[in-house]
C-alpha cells in the first residue's frame, strides 16, 4: 500500500526507525500511534498518512470478508465453461 510506504519514509526522514521486529504487526501498529510531533503540519502530514492506512486495512479486511462469503467459482459452470474458453483450451 502506498500509504504505508509515505508513512515509513515520513519518519525515516525524521530519523525514526522501527527496530522491535516485523513492520505492520499489531505492536507496530502501537508504536505508530504514539508517534508524536512537535511541528504541526509535520504532525498533520503524519496523522493523514497513519489514518490511510488504517483505512486502507480496513477496507481490505471488509473485501477479504466478502470473498470468503462468495461461492466457488468453479460451482458456476457457465463461468467455468466461459474460463476454459478464456484460457485457450477447446470448448
Known sequence: MRS???VSK???RQG??????SA??????????KQQFDV????MAFDAE??????AEARRD???AAIELMPPIASSPR???????CAGSPP
Not at 525514526?16 to 521486529?21: A, F, L, T
Not at 504541526?40 to 504532525?43: H, K, R
Not at 497513519?50 to 483505512?55: C, E
Not at 463461468?79 to 474458453?85: I, P, Q
Open 24 to 33: 505492520w504487526t499489531h505492536v507496530h501498529l502501537g508504536w505508530l500511534h
Open 16 to 21: 525514526i526507525v522501527y527496530r522491535d521486529g
Open 40 to 43: 504541526p503540519g509535520l504532525q
Open 50 to 55: 497513519h489514518d490511510a492506512v488504517l483505512s
Open 62 to 64: 471488509r473485501l477479504d
Open 4 to 6: 504505508r510506504h509515505r
Open 79 to 85: 463461468w467455468s465453461a466461459g474460463w476454459g474458453v
Open 10 to 12: 515520513l519518519l525515516l
